[in-house]
């Protein structure tokens, strides 16, 4: 039974923050790597950051020098600090993490429900 549940998301202006919060739980072993994708309507879903176990961030150029990530490993958690926001970042964002859940060998992979993140002009 884990799970990942994000919060944070809304409605802001161009130029605010917003600031996304997600939560693994549930029988986990061990988490290799969290990050953010987002989905537009109409649109793939998308890469927005990464940050593995050790601490390595990654983002996708179009958010380089706006957002944020980071996590605290032993809560199971990941946050995505989001400034100078603009109305093309408004998408729905979705929580993610490799991990290896209790009694299990692999990584598995698991998914957020998504919040909403509506940025206004």
């Known amino acids: 039974q884990v799970q990942l549940v994000e919060s944070g998301g809304g409605l802001v202006q161009a130029g605010g923050s917003l600031r996304l919060s997600c939560a693994a739980s549930g029988s986990i072993s ?4 969290m990050g953010w994708y987002r989905q537009a309507p109409g649109k793939q879903r998308e ?3 990464t940050i593995t176990s050790g601490g390595r961030s990654n983002y996708a ?19 995505l600090q989001m400034n100078s ?3 093309e970042d408004t998408a729905v964002y979705y929580c993610y ?25």
């Open 47 to 49: 890469l927005v950051a």
């Open 30 to 33: 061990s988490i290799n790597a």
């Open 61 to 79: 150029d179009s958010v380089k020098g706006r957002f944020t990530i980071s996590r605290d490993g032993a809560k199971g958690m990941v946050y």
């Open 97 to 121: 993490s490799k991990l290896i859940p209790v009694g299990a060998r692999i990584v598995n992979d698991y998914w957020g429900q998504g919040t909403q993140v509506t940025v206004s002009s």
């Open 85 to 87: 926001l603009k109305p």
